[in-house]
């Protein structure tokens, strides 16, 4: 009972300091600079650093796994659709031939044999599902056993040499350089107003004078909730082959005149250990702040997006660092 009766008056000096606090920080006023929002017209430009890939890149991995007898390439190789690459233990492929030739014998006496009626429909179809099956895995050992280029393109590596085991590694990688592509992360802002088969534009530092066509071929139809971005499948020509897998570039989409609000840079704010901005409006002379999207970076200025931030509002881009929600305002230079 003596207990309780000496934290009670602990408790009630607490709950009289919180509410001092928070009425000394409500009397707080800071002095502010703002500025009435108003849009303006820019020409609506994103750009999305990224790196190239070829447009396709296969790993040459048969589905055989043994002895590799022969190598036909080195690194740096251009090969044709076609072209041999790999030849493997023949041993399989052999002994599987040798049978479906047998079977294709039997196959042919049983077919005149099934005409004469002197054999049975059972008897024949014994025969001819093995000879079908026999002649399936002559085909899929044929082709795993001598490895042809399924597109046109250049060795990017080599893992094996002759008389080695492969073991499920890809023996050679074989990638398509004369047209490339680029995944681009779009803020989910312009999701609208991107399109499948718009035209952008690339650039490399390694060819400063020089801008590289391409086309969205494919829009990504979700969101990544936690980048909230979408991404784009840019395709790239590359016919005299300036570019290379790897590259750096700089993708620059175009997307026409809009009107935006943009702000100072420098007056945005960061929440500290996140990615997360915001602003302060002045609200009848109280801080209100604002989580805001940024937008396109123009020169100094930055557009910012948000239902709160609309033409008219009074903006505070002075004396905003601190400044905390609801702290009374006392606006010393306002710009119009």
């Given amino acids: 009972m003596k207990?309780?009766?000496?934290?009670?008056?602990?408790?009630?000096?607490?709950?009289?300091?919180?509410?001092?606090?928070?009425?000394?920080?409500?009397?707080?006023?800071?002095?502010?600079?703002?500025?009435?929002?108003?849009?303006?017209?820019?020409?609506?430009?994103?750009?999305?650093?990224?790196?190239?890939?070829?447009?396709?890149?296969?790993?040459?991995?048969?589905?055989?796994?043994?002895?590799?007898?022969?190598?036909?390439?080195?690194?740096?190789?251009?090969?044709?659709?076609?072209?041999?690459?790999?030849?493997?233990?023949?041993?399989?492929?052999?002994?599987?031939?040798?049978?479906?030739?047998?079977?294709?014998?039997e196959k042919q006496r049983m077919d005149a044999l099934l005409e004469s009626g002197s054999v049975s429909q059972q008897s024949y179809d014994q025969i001819k599902l093995s000879y079908d099956q026999t002649k399936e895995s002559a085909e899929f050992l044929e082709r795993n056993t001598y490895v042809k280029a399924p597109l046109k393109g250049v060795i990017s590596a080599k893992n094996y040499e002759d008389g080695e085991l492969y073991a499920g590694q890809p023996i050679v990688v074989l990638t398509e350089i004369n047209k490339l592509k680029t995944l681009?992360?779009?803020?989910?802002?312009?999701?609208?107003?991107?399109?499948?088969?718009?035209?952008?534009?690339?650039?490399?530092?390694?060819?400063?004078?020089?801008?590289?066509?391409?086309?969205?071929?494919?829009?990504?139809?979700?969101?990544?909730?936690?980048?909230?971005?979408?991404?784009?499948?840019v395709v790239i020509p590359n016919r005299e082959e300036l570019l290379r897998p790897g590259m750096y570039v700089t993708t620059t989409l175009g997307l026409g005149k809009e009107e935006v609000i943009a702000v100072p840079y420098q007056s945005v704010e960061k929440l500290v250990g996140a990615n997360d901005r915001y602003v302060f409006l002045n609200n009848n002379g109280y801080a209100q702040r604002v989580a805001v999207t940024l937008g396109q970076r123009i020169d100094e200025d930055v557009e910012i997006i948000a239902p709160e931030i609309v033409p008219g509002a009074e903006y505070v881009y002075v004396g905003q660092h601190k400044l905390v929600d609801g702290v009374k305002l006392n606006v010393v230079n306002n710009v119009e």
Avoid at 24 to 42: A, D, F, G, W, Y
Avoid at 190 to 197: D, G, R, T
Avoid at 218 to 230: E, K, L, M, R, W
């Fill in 3 to 105: 207990k309780s009766l000496f934290l009670l008056p602990v408790a009630m000096m607490a709950l009289a300091c919180t509410q001092t606090t928070t009425t000394t920080e409500k009397e707080r006023v800071e002095q502010v600079s703002t500025m009435v929002l108003q849009t303006r017209p820019v020409e609506r430009m994103i750009q999305v650093s990224s790196n190239l890939q070829g447009y396709q890149t296969v790993n040459i991995a048969p589905s055989l796994q043994g002895k590799i007898e022969h190598i036909y390439v080195e690194v740096g190789d251009r090969m044709n659709e076609g072209d041999m690459l790999v030849m493997m233990d023949e041993n399989q492929y052999t002994t599987t031939k040798l049978t479906l030739a047998n079977l294709t014998i």
């Fill in 184 to 233: 681009i992360a779009i803020p989910e802002t312009y999701f609208p107003l991107v399109k499948e088969n718009m035209k952008l534009t690339v650039k490399s530092e390694i060819y400063p004078d020089k801008t590289f066509p391409a086309t969205i071929e494919v829009v990504y139809p979700t969101i990544d909730p936690s980048t909230h971005t979408f991404q784009c499948k």
